[in-house]
């Protein structure tokens, strides 16, 4: 079973503080997301990354940054919280295969007070 | 620009009846695939089915079928004899390119939200 795991349910952090997301995949996979869920907005995609220290802009990429330095492991950085980065963020991990989905974590409700 | 849209926020429906919820998508790309996510109120993202834009005839997984025409640009989720664990929100996603230009990456829709009434 694949499992992708992210290192918090719940976070409370204040304005300017610097976090940090963990999300890690033991299926040995290529791909790693990271999006945040907003109501009436979807998913949207933030980076993404294919290979060990290779990182993709998504579409809201503004007050993020990423790393991945193990092909297991893609961290999420809010360089300095505020409030508007209040929100559910997604991990997911996928093979290279075009027909296979991506499998997700549980996800990390993040509040920036 | 590659787009999916989910026209219905919310839906109710009957226990043991069927339920469609829509979902159009826009794209330039002749090789494209389609997902159908399930998120309960726990959160997580839960697979249904999938879609491939060559295959020739609709997905089924269980009570989970698509009705996919290609013509319209439409893959809607069909979910047959509701349950009451099936209120959840789902979401319709499309991943472009094939092969070397596959990044995986996924485009969602907005969400439908379901209630089965008992």
């Known amino acids: ?113 | 620009a590659q787009k999916i849209t989910q026209t219905q926020p919310g839906m109710f429906v009957q226990e043991k009846e069927a339920v469609t919820l829509d979902c159009t998508y826009d794209t330039s790309d002749p090789s494209y695939g389609l997902f159908w996510y399930k998120q309960p109120s726990s959160g997580e993202m839960i697979f249904l089915i999938y879609q491939g834009s060559y295959d020739q005839q609709n997905a089924t997984e269980g009570r989970y079928s698509l009705n996919f025409q290609k013509a319209r640009k439409s893959a809607n989720l069909v979910i047959s004899a509701s349950q009451l664990g099936d209120s959840a929100m789902y979401f319709c996603a499309m991943r472009e390119g094939y092969g070397s230009s596959n990044t995986g990456k996924l485009i969602f829709g907005q969400g439908t939200t379901l209630q089965v009434k008992p």
């Open chain 1, 1 to 113: 079973d694949v499992k992708v795991t992210q290192s918090s349910r719940y976070l409370v952090k204040r304005t300017g503080e610097k976090v940090f997301l963990e999300c890690v995949q033991d299926m040995d996979h290529e791909n790693m997301f990271w999006y945040r869920q907003d109501p009436g907005l979807g998913l949207r995609l933030i980076y993404f990354s294919y290979d060990v220290k290779m990182k993709e802009k998504g579409d809201i990429p503004e007050g993020y940054s990423v790393s991945r330095e193990k092909k297991e492991r893609f961290s999420l950085i809010l360089e300095s919280a505020s409030t508007n980065q209040t929100s559910m963020y997604l991990c997911a991990s996928s093979p290279p295969d075009f027909s296979d989905t991506q499998y997700f974590g549980p996800g990390t409700r993040l509040t920036v007070l």
